[in-house]
Every structure is written in C-alpha cells, then in structure tokens.
C-alpha cells in the first residue's frame, strides 16, 4: 500500500490533510513545527513526524502546504531535507503557491535525484479547504498528473492539468493578480459610489444581478469589503503581496510591465507597513478608501 506524507498543516494544510486521510485507506504522516494541528489530525488517522526527514524517508507521495517559496526551500535542503531523504521513485507536489524559477530548479534537482514533481498550487478559501471544494491548477507530465488527480480530488472539486511542471504555478499566481485587480476594482467603486451617495451593499447587489458578477464579488466583495472585516487567520496581505510579487517577477522575465499588478503589490505593501500584514487581504480597499479623503 502507498504511503503519503503530509508537510505543513497550517490554515490549508491541516483539512487538505485530513480529507487525504479520511477519503482513502492509505496511511498518512505529516510534519509541522506547530503540533496542535497534528493532535487534531491524530484523530483522524494521521501519524505525527518528528521531522522533515522522517516523512521524506517514509512516504511515497509527500505533499507539502507552505505559505511561500521561502518556506518550501528550507525544508528541501540541508542533510534533514526532502532531497537528501526522499528515495528513488517518489512523488513531490507542492501545493502552495512559489516562484516559477524556484519551481522549476527544485523539479530540476529532485527528477536527477530520480524524485518525480508536481506543482498543484491550490486556489478559493480556507471554507473551501474545509469543504474539499478547493480549485487546484496542476503542472506535471501526464504520467504524473494521472497518479495524483485522484488524490488531489479527495480535497478538491476542481483540478485543472495545465501542462508540463511550471505552468500550475503560473496559472495559479496570474489568477490571484486577475483576482486582486478585480477587488481593486470593486473598492474604487464603493468609494466613488459612497461619495455620490449610495450605499455599498446595494452596489454589490446590483453588481451580483449584472455584467460586473464574479468569484471576487460574492467572496472578497459582499464577505470582506461591504463588511469591512478583515480577520487574521485567513488569506493574509503578506501572503497575497508576496504572490503578486511572483506575477511581477514573471513579467519583469518577460520584459512585460503590468501596471496593475504594480498597483496592487504597492497597495499590499502599504497595508503590511500600516501593520495589516496578518488581516485578510481585501484590506486594501481601506486604503482605496482613504485615498479619497486625503
């Protein structure tokens, strides 16, 4: 029987890891330094880690959930890392989101360690997470993608293959810029619209019956901005900033200049310096906001 391992069970990792244990009768190990989540997971199943190494050692097909590319080359290197632990044969999916460069010199190393990658960095909210109605853009050989697919469907409704590794991470990054220009949007029409007298709410639901409806509107728009809650522990502006920081270093490669992406990594810059670094991310329309009044 295959053996999986799990490494990172924060806000998305820990129901991404237990819908994997619940749905399936494989054995499941997971690592993190926090072990609450773990004690939560022992629960279903999941056998606790001591380190990054043990999982690498242990598991056939290792998942790995960390918020950045950052995190995710940390526990790659070094003796107690995944590539000097992982053996022959296994199958490595990140699934968060991290740079194309990085993404494709890790799959680099790990293929000439004889270790297969998959990048299915994973798409909607932490409710989605729970749910296993998560969207998640794949980039893997087909061979790969045909392995892991039905795993991935275990916490997932939607699993897109977009083609060899480096292009899920693509995908995925473009669509949190279009998804951030889109709630920039919606925050300039609130603030335009208060200032001529109408209410935000009974914007968005007029927006909801028309041409301006969209996945940002009902989410990001009527549950963060109309509200103006903007809890921690959820998609935060760090997290957002720094994907957006991804989208503009893959057009600086294409010698691209995308003005609004631009914008939106200032606007996120300015809500981290502001000390809103931990709030979900629709921060922004705070600023957008108080733009109008300075």
């Not at 200049?257 to 502001?274: E, F, G, N, R, V």
């Amino acid at each position: 029987m295959r053996k999986f391992g799990f490494i990172g069970t924060g806000i998305m990792g820990e129901p991404m890891c237990r819908h994997l244990a619940t749905k399936g009768s494989e054995p499941v190990m997971a690592y993190d330094r926090d072990l609450e989540p773990l004690d939560r997971l022992a629960e279903h199943g999941v056998v606790t880690a001591g380190s990054v190494a043990e999982v690498a050692k242990q598991a056939d097909i290792l998942f790995v959930s960390l918020p950045s590319g950052q995190h995710l080359a940390s526990i790659c290197e070094g003796v107690d890392g995944v590539l000097a632990n992982a053996r022959p044969g296994t199958t490595f999916v990140d699934l968060g989101t991290s740079p194309l460069s990085l993404t494709r010199e890790l799959a680099g190393r790990f293929e000439a360690a004889g270790v297969h990658y998959a990048d299915a960095p994973v798409a909607r909210t932490r409710a989605a997470a729970e749910t296993g109605t998560l969207a998640i853009t794949v980039g893997a050989s087909d061979e790969i993608f045909a392995t892991i697919a039905p795993l991935l469907g275990r916490f997932a409704s939607e699993v897109t293959h977009c083609g060899p590794v480096g292009t899920g991470q693509i995908v995925k990054i473009l669509n949190n810029m279009v998804v951030v220009g889109t709630v920039m949007a919606l925050s300039e029409a609130a603030a335009i619209a208060g200032a001529a007298g109408v209410e935000t709410q009974a914007l968005f639901d007029a927006f909801a019956k028309g041409s301006a409806d969209s996945f940002a509107l009902r989410n990001h728009g009527f549950k963060a901005v109309a509200q103006g809650t903007f809890p921690e522990r959820v998609f935060s502006t760090e997290y957002m900033r720094k994907d957006i920081g991804y989208a503009l270093e893959m057009a600086a490669d294409a010698q691209l200049t995308p003005t609004i992406a631009a914008h939106a990594h200032d606007l996120l810059t300015q809500a981290t310096d502001a000390g809103h670094g931990a709030n979900y991310w629709p921060i922004i329309s705070r600023l957008i906001a108080a733009a109008r009044k300075a």
